[in-house]
Nanobody, 119 residues
């Protein structure tokens, strides 16, 4: 009963910047954790960054000094500003939201968006 809509992604040169956005809707709670994960062929999905409704953030060590996650609680929307992009950042990026309504916990994933960084 929840849905995530992602926007952004594309092709950029190494050293460039790119922004991703994700909006959550449906049966979600006001208090939740949203974030971005990424996956390359043959590898497991890995955490990129997360942010709680209260603004607490978590970053992977590989992106901590280059990426910034932010959110708009009123719209349940998150953004990922990616700077100084490297070829190793190339992956499919997935949006995620986790929380609990009055009836059940939920964990929803977006369809993913491709980010490609050329050397």
């Amino acid at each position: 009963q929840g849905q995530l809509v992602e926007s952004g992604g594309g092709l950029v040169q190494a050293g460039g910047s790119l922004s991703l956005s994700c909006a959550a809707s449906g049966s979600i709670s006001s208090y939740n954790v949203m974030g971005w994960y990424r996956q390359t062929p043959g590898k497991q999905r890995e955490l990129v960054a997360t942010i709680t409704s209260g603004g607490s953030t978590t970053y992977a060590d590989s992106v901590k000094d280059r990426f910034t996650i932010s959110r708009d609680n009123a719209l349940n929307t998150i953004h990922l500003q990616m700077n100084s992009l490297k070829p190793e950042d190339t992956a499919v990026y997935y949006c995620n939201i986790r929380g609990r309504t009055g009836w059940a916990s939920y964990n929803y994933w977006g369809q993913g968006t491709q980010v490609t960084v050329s050397a």
